[in-house]
């Protein structure tokens, strides 16, 4: 026991605050730290294992040796285990062996640990999350970027597949720091997403089955060239958002399942505790030492990362007790529905306490279902998020698109049936990697017609999304029309942007991109239903629709026009809200953008003619497959 000196960082309100489900730092008391005690330095180590007949440190420096270095079991009722070595430091690995009641020895990872051996190793390593930032600009002014009334607009990444070396290798952080920032900047994206960072064993998972949840990938460097890259991005404008998987995790043998012999971080019935379709563990919401942690996991990616935000994974299948079960697999809750009741605390929980610590980030539910109010506020009985995933307008619009044009003007419903409840949340419309895997074909294959249509169809779905309500996210490879789906082991196909048809999709979404930030309308009532106005939803004998977006005072306003066939319409009339000369500010169908520059007019005098309830109208060429956005 000499090997293992009494030490602690908690207190009793820690304590009361991990027990009561509310403590949402405990990054500062649980983990491994490097220390000075006594006069010796070495690391403290903490771990929650409350029912465990013991607890050990092992790794090189014991030889792995499982009986040298014991932690103490506190005094109280927290279940945590805890002690200082001497002489262990930043750097070392090290496991938790921990001796189950029923006989059982279990080899684990730090929960709380904040670095990781590279996969397949599976160790923790002593390690700190100290930097001196040098993003403070953003980080002041942020609170502007992240607004909801400002436009976001965010590029989705899988960091192991974005690009690698000519021998397939992965890029590092700081590679990343260089050529990711470099070109998100050049695309005029306001914000990146990447798909979860946090350590995670198997590489075809894509990070969504997470084992190190404090710890980012050791895949590409260690955590201070992560926190570099964060920094890069802020140097350059740009807003950082980490997806984050709450909602169920792994089975590995080292990870958090059955942690010290019994399910303390899965739910114990494994009729809410186990996932069938993922073959993975759900977390116990109800269980106050799990909320404190995942608060804690939370605010921490915030509090030591800077990160600017948090997209949810698979909120649907946590709120919902039935989600992918069949009868008899389920339980109600105690009103005899299918809500899970203790996620929906959880989650209130959690965005009460982000968004109270962190007023000037977002949180965003990738939600999949109607379920009300997820981006109502908590007082008012929402879940309190600031955005939700439009699952429906991606479904619908994906569907309408796949059609070939001809049939499309019976189908103009799929198109514009997301404007009736494009209002009851706070949406971002997403074009995410969900869609481009397992068969389901890449953005520009799913596209109808030859290769120019494919292309141009692909132009007008961009400005479609782009000037529909909302915030919008692109993952990686849509933006140049990748052909092939995406695979998450090798690289995107960069090559093909040397090719007109690519590079012109790549202009088009800098342009929409420039678009959506420097027009007011497009994204300062995103919102709100103050923001649009239909001029006209259903002429099915042209395929055309059009409506006016709208910004805080008249000379704001946009007319957004969609030629959904390859059929030019000479002529075409639309009202207008204003008279005078409205000008074309964006055209899908440029030659810049690999369109048929088909003559548009340019501009247009209004006449005193009344259309679409207007009392001014003006007449242009729509070319073939095209957006046309107009201002006054």
Excluded at 86 to 115: C, F, H, N, W
Excluded at 315 to 344: C, K, Q
Excluded at 523 to 544: A, C, I, P, R, Y
């Amino acid at each position: 026991m000499a090997n293992v000196k009494p030490y602690s960082r908690l207190t009793d309100f820690d304590v009361a605050l991990f027990l009561n489900g509310k403590h949402t730092r405990l990054y500062e008391k649980l983990g491994a730290f490097e220390i000075e005690h006594e006069g010796e330095i070495g690391t403290f180590f903490a771990v929650w294992a409350p029912n465990a007949e013991s607890v050990q440190v092992i790794g090189n420096f014991n030889f792995w040796d499982k009986f040298s270095h014991p932690l103490m079991r506190r005094w109280d009722a927290s279940g945590i285990w805890e002690g200082f070595i001497p002489g262990v430091r930043t750097g070392e690995t090290y496991k938790y062996g921990i001796q189950a009641r029923s006989g059982e020895y279990l080899e684990k990872l730090d929960p709380m640990g904040l670095y990781c051996e590279t996969p397949p190793k599976t160790a923790s390593i002593v390690w700190n999350t100290y930097k001196e930032w040098n993003d403070s600009p953003w980080m002041q002014s942020r609170n502007t970027k992240n607004a909801l009334n400002a436009p976001m607009s965010i590029y989705e990444v899988h960091l192991g597949s974005w690009q690698k070396t000519l021998d397939n290798e992965f890029l590092s952080y700081a590679d990343f720091a260089v050529k990711l920032v470099d070109y998100v900047k050049e695309m005029n994206f306001t914000h990146v997403e990447f798909m979860p960072v946090m350590e995670y064993p198997y590489d075809p998972s894509w990070g969504y089955q997470i084992t190190g949840y404090f710890a980012p990938t050791s895949r590409f460097g260690d955590p201070q060239g992560f926190m570099q890259l964060v920094e890069a991005f802020h140097q350059a404008g740009i807003g950082v958002i980490l997806d984050w998987v709450p909602s169920h995790f792994p089975g590995d043998a080292h990870g958090l399942k059955d942690f010290d012999g019994t399910p303390i971080y899965e739910h114990p019935n494994p009729k809410k505790g186990y996932h069938p379709d993922w073959k993975s563990y759900i977390f116990d919401y109800g269980r106050t030492e799990v909320r404190s942690f995942l608060l804690s996991n939370a605010a921490f990616w915030l509090d030591r990362y800077h990160i600017d935000g948090l997209r949810v994974d698979a909120v649907a299948s946590m709120l919902y007790l039935d989600y992918s079960r069949n009868d008899g697999e389920w339980e109600p809750n105690e009103f005899g529905g299918n809500h899970n009741l203790d996620t929906i605390s959880f989650l209130q929980d959690l965005n009460v306490h982000l968004y109270g610590e962190f007023p000037d980030i977002q949180i965003i539910a990738e939600e999949s279902t109607s379920f009300p109010g997820v981006t109502k506020p908590v007082f008012m009985g929402g879940l309190g998020f600031g955005q939700k995933w439009m699952m429906g307008w991606m479904n619908d619009t994906l569907r309408f698109f796949q059609k070939d044009p001809i049939h499309r003007q019976h189908h103009l419903n799929d198109l514009t049936f997301s404007l009736i409840y494009a209002f009851t949340e706070n949406f971002c419309l997403p074009l995410s990697h969900d869609e481009v895997v397992y068969g389901k074909n890449s953005l520009i294959n799913k596209m109808p017609g030859d290769e120019w249509q494919q292309f141009a169809n692909l132009r007008l779905l961009f400005s479609e999304q782009f000037t529909h309500p909302g915030t919008k996210l692109i993952f990686q490879g849509g933006e140049f029309a990748q052909r092939e789906e995406w695979n998450h082991s090798v690289s995107l196909d960069w090559h093909l942007t040397d090719y007109a048809p690519h590079k012109g999709i790549q202009e088009t979404m800098k342009a929409l991109n420039t678009l959506y930030r420097e027009e007011p309308a497009l994204h300062v009532k995103q919102f709100s239903h103050e923001t649009f106005e239909w001029l006209e939803s259903n002429d099915q004998g042209n395929s055309v629709i059009s409506f006016v977006r709208k910004g805080e005072t008249a000379k704001q306003q946009l007319i957004v026009i969609l030629n959904l066939t390859p059929a030019p319409r000479e002529d075409y009339r639309i009202g207008v809200p204003l008279p005078g000369v409205w000008k074309v500010v964006f055209n899908s169908d440029n030659g810049a953008f690999g369109g048929s520059d088909y003559p548009t007019k340019g501009a247009a005098m209004t006449e005193e003619y009344g259309w679409h309830g207007k009392a001014f109208s003006i007449a242009l060429n729509l070319p073939p497959l095209s957006c046309i956005i107009l201002k006054a």
